[in-house]
C-alpha cells in the first residue's frame, strides 16, 4: 500500500507583489562604480543578451558584466576597436548583434563571439567625416539592413555593409547651418514593419524601406503618423514596443501615446506642474508591466505612469524617484530586476527575499498513525 501524501503549494508572495508596490528607493539597489572595475562611472545605457551578460556603455569604454567581474572594450589603433569611447547609446540591431552609437561612428559586436566592426559613412558632399559621421539614431530590420540617422542624413546600409541609400539633407552650401544637426536624439524607431519614423529638427519624416523612399510626413501617409507632430513640428521618441510608441513634443508641450493597434492617439495626463521643467528629449519610458511604466526625468530621477489601455488613459504620477540621480537607461533582467544606468554608476535593484511562513497542518488531513509527507513545493516569482 503506497504511502499517502498531502500536497502543499507554499506560495512565496514576496516573488508576486505587484509592481506599482515595489519600491524604487535608493536603499532598494546596489551601485557598481568603477572601483568595482566598471570603466567609468557615467552610464549611458544598459543591455542584456540572450547568454546572461549584460552590455553597460559609458563615457570612457563598454564593459561586459558576467555578475562577477566586467570585461572591458576601449578604443585603439585597430580597425574593429570602439571608433570612440564615449557610447551615446546601445542598441539591439538584429540578433545577438550590439550597436553602439558614437559620435564618431557606429560600432558593431557580435555578443556570442566578440566579432567586431565599424560602420563609418563615406563623408559625401560636405566632406567632413566626423560630422556626417555623429550618430543620433540606428535600427536594423529582419532581413539584415542597417538604417543609421546622423548630424547630416539618414543612410542605409544591406547585410553585406553596403550603402544602399543616402540622403544628405545638407548640401556644401549649409557649411554654416551644421550647428543644427538634422537627426534629433534617439530619432529612429520601427513602428510596423518595412516602414520607419524619423524624428529631425526638419520635422517628423517616414522611410517606406521596400521602396527606399523618404519624405516628410504628410497628407499621403496614414493618418495617425500625421498627428506625430503639432504646430512646432519638432518632437522626440520615448518608446517604441509592444504595438505602440510615444512621443513628446518640443518644449514638453505635448506628450502623446500612440496604440497601433486600435490606430488612435492619446493625451499622456501629467500630475506634475511644469512638464517642461522635468521632461525632454532624454525622456524614456520602459514597461514595469503592462499597467505600469518608468518614465525618465530630463535632470535627475524618474517617474512612474499608470497606464490603463481600454479606456486610453496614461496617468504620470507625480512622485519622483532616485531624485540624485541621473538615470539614462533601464534594464529589466532575466530576474526581473531592474538595472538603472546613471551618472554616478550602475545600479541594480535588490532581489526580493522571499516571504517564509510555516504552516501547521492539522492531524485530520493524514489518515491516523500515516505519515504526512511533502510532494512538492512551488514558488510564484
Known sequence: MLRP??????????YAIPAHTQSFDEKDFVLYTSKDG??????????????????IATSKGLNRFDGNSFLQFYSDTSSNSLVNDHIKQLKWLGPDQLGCITGTGLHLIRTGTLQQRNILIPPGPLNLPYIVNNIHGAAADDQGNLFILTS?????????????????????ADASRLEIPFGRNDGLISPEPGLLLIATTAGPYIYYIPKKELH???????????????DSGL??????????????????????????????????LSGISKPDEWFNWRSRIIPVNDSLYIISSMQKGFFLMKADKDKGIYQILPKLYLPDYNCTGFLFDKRKRLWIATDRGLLRQRKNAGHLSKTVIPSEQGPSGSPVGIRCITGSG
Open 152 to 172: 547630416t542624413g539618414f543612410y542605409q546600409y544591406d547585410p553585406d555593409d553596403n550603402l544602399v541609400f543616402r540622403y544628405d539633407h545638407y548640401k556644401q
Open 38 to 55: 566598471l570603466s567609468d562611472n557615467r552610464v549611458t545605457s544598459v543591455l542584456q543578451d540572450r547568454y546572461g551578460y549584460l552590455w
Open 5 to 14: 501524501f498531502i500536497f502543499v503549494i507554499l506560495c512565496l508572495l514576496a
Open 216 to 230: 516628410a510626413i504628410g497628407n499621403h501617409d496614414a493618418s495617425l503618423y500625421r498627428k506625430i507632430a503639432r
Open 235 to 268: 518632437v522626440h521618441f520615448m518608446h517604441c514596443s509592444n504595438g505602440s510608441f510615444s512621443v513628446i513634443a518640443e518644449g514638453a508641450t505635448e506628450l502623446a501615446w500612440f496604440d497601433l493597434e486600435k490606430k488612435k492617439k492619446e493625451q499622456m
